[in-house]
């Protein structure tokens, strides 16, 4: 963290850059005007805002886990002009609550296909579902994915405010002890 001098230094070369040399120079930045340059310029406090943005991604990221799936598999042998085998199996897979609902279509076809995939010529329709008996009955991996994403977020946001204040509360420690050296000063 930046010490209380190059923030006092920071926040005097704004005043510099802010005021123009025409304005009259016992123009005074005030503890509002210090506050909100800090609040909106200050680098630390720009990287705390990224906290919470993060965190938001990653509960983006664990609901996620809780989209439908596709899944395909296609293998084609083909041997001079002969379909030695094409086998062709598709399935949808939609977690709900407790289980996961599974669709599936599978097509397979040639001379040489191995007996454990043949399918009717026009193929072969499955709807299931997935239980875990006695697992995932009250959470599962997903869910408690999602429940932990979702406590980090509200962390990141204590710790944003929290580091925030710190530099906040140091910027305008500055400012104070500056106003009074220069009133003593004076």
Request: charged fraction near 20%; glycine fraction near 6%.
């Amino acid at each position: 963290f930046p010490s209380h001098d190059s923030i006092l230094v920071i926040g005097l070369f704004s005043l510099l850059f802010k005021v123009n040399a025409q304005i009259d120079s016992a123009r005074v930045l005030t503890a509002e005007q210090y506050y909100t340059q800090v609040s909106m310029y200050h680098p630390l406090v720009q990287q705390a805002n990224l906290l919470t943005e993060a965190a938001r991604m990653e509960v983006r990221i664990a609901k996620g886990a809780m989209d439908p799936e596709f899944k395909m598999k296609y293998y084609d042998k083909l041997l001079g002009g002969t379909n030695y085998f094409r086998v062709w199996d598709n399935e949808l897979h939609v977690p709900i609550y407790f289980a996961k609902v599974v669709a599936g279509y599978e097509n397979n076809s040639g001379v040489n296909l191995n007996g454990e995939n043949y399918t009717p010529a026009n193929g072969l329709s499955s709807l299931g579902f997935y239980i875990p008996l006695g697992q995932g009955l009250f959470t599962d991996q997903r869910r408690t994915a999602i429940k932990q994403s979702e406590l980090m977020q509200s962390y990141a946001e204590a710790e944003k405010i929290k580091q925030i204040n710190k530099i906040i509360l140091e910027a305008m420690t500055s400012y104070y002890q500056w106003c009074y050296q220069y009133r003593d000063w004076e």
